[in-house]
Every structure is written in structure tokens, then in C-alpha cells.
């Protein structure tokens, strides 16, 4: 930078400090509860920061959760220029899940998101509109029906044969690349029709770019701080960082679509037809509702399932072998349950989890104690409302507290920390009584599309480890020392991989 742009850029950087202070002073005195609104309470707020400092220091479901604590389960918390809403009871949680789902069933834009989403085209990041609508309705009918659910779990149980084959006697095993190899796997062969996952391009490998895209969505200081943050996001890098990621993710897509547009799809049997093939062939015309899939369109939809659907289905696996692990009783008792049921089979293909009710608690137990997403995706209002006699104004970013929700001792009792599936045997309703008691896939109309079938291809994976090998925990340490430490904010990773050593399963004759 020479001389004169060095002074330019300083100069306009010192506008922008006051700016900000102008614009964020300005509209922190316009959002202020004004007499005509009735706004949610709020915790003290600093000039310009707002509730910055509250949420320093520790994992932001954590520190939300202990001023929900103070200020009630509908609070307001402001980031900057930014006020939102934060959910942190089950009744408030059913206000804007379904009660008024209408009304907050938007979603907030972020400088990531409209990147990654290809400018806000795809299902997850998108606002509701007809156009999420009709994206929505392809990937639930595509992605997530009958036909790809049967090619879904042939997928996995040869995946699931591989593993058990490649697994050598009392060799520790790193579970988290395990887990992640297994997901990697299943969904890329279904939705991409390939083996992707041994990284056709140069660049990162895949977990770092999956682990890099994922970081993204912690979100840019000019979400919160827009003028200043324009510079701050230049000055850190965090702008080149996005752009350098997105075109590495960009590039891999690319070469799923390249490889695709090689083969002539007409050609292609409908049994071997992948996601990708049958979303090809939408685009050359109109459905029944005038809709037609673009080039975005369908980028967007890949980048989804890169996004949505590996990590967060991979953790709830390894977080439930931990616990099991951690658990001598539970994995005894699961076991027995799991070898019972199925008796001496010889091939994976055999195994049949359908009635296996502890197997089910188990797993719930696991999204109850590990919600993969502690603040699920942030909602956002369409309109003014009103929830418990306090106003909500239109274009409120709305976080909902799954991870404390999940944990609340006034919901799920003086054990509520301890993993204790038993419970799930008095609670009616899958996810609590009422439904919102626990939210590990949000709700409405923004809610999870693989609600149904996330829980069974992890309850058929954990299934199999535990009917065909005996485990413990690598290099000597006893179940009930292993570190359980989480971290993350968009997911919860495990702090400490989890390493185990199987023992082939001996029968008794
Ligand atoms: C155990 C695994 C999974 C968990 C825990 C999970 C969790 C979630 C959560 C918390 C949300 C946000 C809900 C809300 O905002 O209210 C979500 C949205 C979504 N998930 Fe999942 N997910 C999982 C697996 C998957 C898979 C395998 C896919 C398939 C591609 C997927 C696709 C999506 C999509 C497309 C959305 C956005 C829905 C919308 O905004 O309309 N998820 N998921």
C-alpha cells in the first residue's frame, strides 16, 4: 500500500469508528422499549457493544443460558446494532415453533450464509419464500424419500461390512474419523452417486474443508457491527478467508456437476440414478408448479447437504458410543438388548432395529444431553407480534436455546446432567410430553429435514458396533474417567477423541 492509500484507508476507517458509534448510539436509542412497545426484558447493555461482554468467555449457549437464568425465558439481547430474541423455556420455544411458526419462520441473513447459500437460493440459509418453499419440497421428495431411503441403507450396511472387516482385535480405533468416514460415505455415494470423499481436487482435504465451511457460519463482525466491521473484516483477513474457502467448496461442487454432465443421463437405469442426476434432469424443465431448477439451485442443494447433513449426524454417533462407553451398565444392557433380538446372524444386512426400544432411548437420550446444534439455525420474524404480552418487531433474529432447554433440571429433573435413557420410559411424545421439551431438530416449518431418518442410521450403525465387537476404551483409562469435554457454537464437537479397542464378540454356544 503506498503512502497516500495507507492515509486513506486510516482516515476512513476513523470515519467509520464514528459512524458506528452514530448508527449503533442511534439505533440502540431508537430500539429502546419505546411507550408505544412492551419489549421482552433485557440484561444492561454497554453504549455500542450492547451484551457483547455478557456472552465472553464462555460457549455462547452456556453464557445465554445463565442470563436466561436472571432475565426469564423470553429475553432480549443486544449485539451491536442487532437486537434478538432468546428462547430458553419449552412453552416459548412452542410459541415460535408452532403457535406463531408463520410469523417466525424466516431466516436471518448473514455475509457467510448468502455466500454459501449462493445468494440466499438454497433451503437451510434461505428467507421464506415461494422459492425455499419449492427447494424444500425437491429435497424432502428427492432427497428424503422411500426410494433414496432404500438405496440410503444398502450404502450403509456395505459401509458397515467394510468396517467391520477392516477392524483388526484389540488395535485402538479413532472414532471420531471412523464416524465421520461412515457419513462421509453414505451420503455422498447417495446424493453424489461417488466415492467424493477421497478428494477429486488440489486444495484442503475434505474434513478441513468441511471443518473451515462449518466455522463460517460463527458469522463476520459486520453482521453485528456493520460499518466498523466492514473494516475490521477486511484488516483480519476474514473476508478473503470466506471467499478463499467458498471457492475451494465452490470447485468441489463444480466437479460433482462436471462428472455428472459427462454421462448422459437418459441412459442412466432409475435404481442407479443419484440426487444429483435426478436434480439434472429437473432442470431441463418446468414441474407442475411453473418451478424450474437453475444452475444456483442446484449448487445450492449440494452445498446443503455438505453442510446440514454430515457433521451433525456423525457427532450424534460418536457422542452416543462415548456415552455408552462411559456407561458400563447402558452398554451391557443395550448389548443384551441388541444380541437378543437379533440371535446368531452372519451378515450385517440381518440386522433389524426396528422394535428395539432401548436402542431408541439411547439415541434420544444422546440428542437430549448432546444437542448437536446448541442454538439450532437462527429464525428470524416476518412481522410484529406479540409472545406473553411482549411486543417482537419485525426482522428479530430469534435464538433458541436447545442445548439449555435439553438440560433444564425444571424439565427433566435433579438428573437432568446425567446420561439416563430410562427416562425416555415415562416421557410421552418423542422429544418430551408436549414435544418441545427437547428440540435437536428444531421445529416448524424451518425444522430438520432428516428428523426421522437421522436417528434410525445412527441407531443402525451403533447397532452393529455393539452386536459384533466388545469395546473399551484405548490405552488403558477407565470408563468412568473419559473426558466428555464438548466444544463449538454452530455444533458441539468432543474435546478429546474418542479411541477405542474392539474385541470380536465371542458367542456361547
Ligand atoms: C442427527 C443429524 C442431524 C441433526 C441433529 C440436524 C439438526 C438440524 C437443526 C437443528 C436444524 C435447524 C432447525 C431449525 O432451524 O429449527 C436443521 C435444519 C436442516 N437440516 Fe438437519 N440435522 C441432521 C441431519 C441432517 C441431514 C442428514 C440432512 C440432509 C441433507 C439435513 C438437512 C437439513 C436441512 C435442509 C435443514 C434446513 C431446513 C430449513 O431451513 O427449511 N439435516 N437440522
Known amino acids: 500500500m503506498d503512502i497516500i492509500t495507507e492515509w486513506s484507508f486510516i482516515a476512513a476507517l476513523v470515519f467509520s469508528i464514528f459512524c458506528t458509534f452514530v448508527f449503533t448510539y442511534t439505533s440502540q436509542r431508537l430500539n429502546r422499549p419505546s411507550k408505544a412497545y412492551n419489549l421482552p426484558p433485557s440484561p444492561p447493555k454497554l453504549p455500542i457493544i450492547g451484551n457483547l461482554h455478557q456472552l465472553l468467555g464462555k460457549p455462547r449457549h ?3 443460558w445463565q442470563l436466561s437464568k436472571q432475565y426469564g425465558p423470553l429475553m ?15 412453552p416459548m ?8 411458526d408463520h410469523i417466525f419462520c424466516n431466516r436471518q441473513p448473514f455475509q457467510a450464509t448468502k455466500q454459501l447459500s449462493y445468494n440466499f437460493v438454497d433451503v437451510v440459509f434461505s428467507p421464506h ?4 418453499k419449492e427447494m424444500r419440497k425437491l429435497l424432502v421428495s428427492e432427497l428424503m424419500g422411500p426410494k433414496r431411503a432404500k438405496v440410503l441403507h444398502r450404502v450403509l450396511v456395505t459401509e458397515i461390512e467394510n468396517v467391520i472387516h477392516s477392524l483388526s482385535p484389540n488395535t485402538a480405533v479413532n472414532m471420531n474419523d471412523m464416524f465421520l468416514d461412515i457419513v462421509k460415505q453414505m451420503m455422498c ?6 466415492n467424493y470423499r477421497e478428494q477429486p481436487l488440489k486444495g484442503p482435504s475434505w474434513d478441513v474443508m468441511l471443518d473451515e465451511t462449518i466455522d463460517l457460519l460463527n458469522g463476520s463482525v459486520s453482521d453485528s457491527f456493520p460499518l466498523l466491521g466492514f473494516f475490521i473484516d477486511r484488516l483480519s483477513g476474514w473476508n478473503r478467508t470466506l471467499n478463499e474457502r467458498f471457492r475451494n ?7 460433482i456437476i462436471d462428472d455428472h454432465l459427462k454421462e448422459n443421463v437418459e441412459e442412466i437405469s432409475e435404481e442407479d440414478k443419484d440426487f444429483v442426476h435426478t436434480l439434472l434432469e429437473m432442470s431441463s424443465k418446468e414441474n407442475a408448479s411453473g418451478f424450474r431448477l437453475n444452475h444456483a439451485d442446484l449448487k445450492a442443494l449440494v452445498m446443503n447437504i455438505f453442510i446440514a447433513g454430515i457433521d451433525t449426524t456423525a457427532l450424534v454417533m460418536l457422542w452416543a458410543m462415548s456415552e455408552i462407553i462411559k456407561n458400563p451398565r447402558v452398554m451391557k444392557k443395550l448389548q443384551s438388548e441388541i444380541r437378543n433380538y437379533t440371535g446368531r446372524i452372519q451378515k450385517v444386512e440381518e440386522m433389524n432395529t426396528t422394535k428395539m426400544t432401548y436402542l431408541k432411548m439411547v439415541v434420544k437420550e444422546t440428542l437430549r444431553l448432546h444437542t448437536p446444534a446448541p442454538l439450532l439455525i437462527p429464525h428470524e420474524s416476518l412481522s410484529h407480534t406479540q409472545i406473553d404480552g ?20 425444571s424439565t427433566w429433573g435433579e438428573n437432568a446432567a446425567k446420561f439416563y435413557p430410562e427416562r425416555f420410559e415415562n416421557v410421552g411424545g418423542d422429544f418430551g410430553p408436549d414435544g418441545f421439551e427437547m428440540l435437536p431438530f428444531g421445529g416448524g416449518r424451518r425444522s430438520c429435514l432428516a428428523m426421522n431418518s437421522a436417528p434410525t442410521n445412527v441407531e443402525f450403525v451403533i447397532a452393529n458396533l455393539l452386536y459384533w465387537f466388545d469395546w473399551e476404551p484405548a490405552s488403558g483409562t477407565k470408563c468412568e ?7 463449538g457454537t454452530i455444533v458441539l464437537g468432543k474435546k478429546v477423541p474418542l479411541c477405542l479397542v474392539p474385541t470380536k464378540h465371542k458367542w456361547k454356544n
Open 189 to 194: 455415494k447417495v446424493a453424489f452417486g461417488n
Open 390 to 409: 411482549y411486543d417482537i418487531l419485525p426482522n428479530t433474529p430469534v435464538i433458541i436455546n436447545a442445548w439449555g432447554i435439553a438440560r433444564d433440571p
Open 249 to 255: 467448496l465452490d470447485a468441489y461442487i463444480d466437479a
Open 93 to 100: 420455544a412452542k410459541q415460535v415453533l408452532k403457535t406463531q
Open 62 to 64: 452456556e453464557a445465554l
Open 76 to 90: 432480549q439481547i443486544q449485539i451491536g446494532s442487532k437486537q434478538m430474541l432468546v428462547i430458553s423455556s419449552p
Open 481 to 487: 474417567d473419559m473426558n466428555m469435554e464438548d466444544f
Open 129 to 132: 419464500d415461494a422459492h425455499w
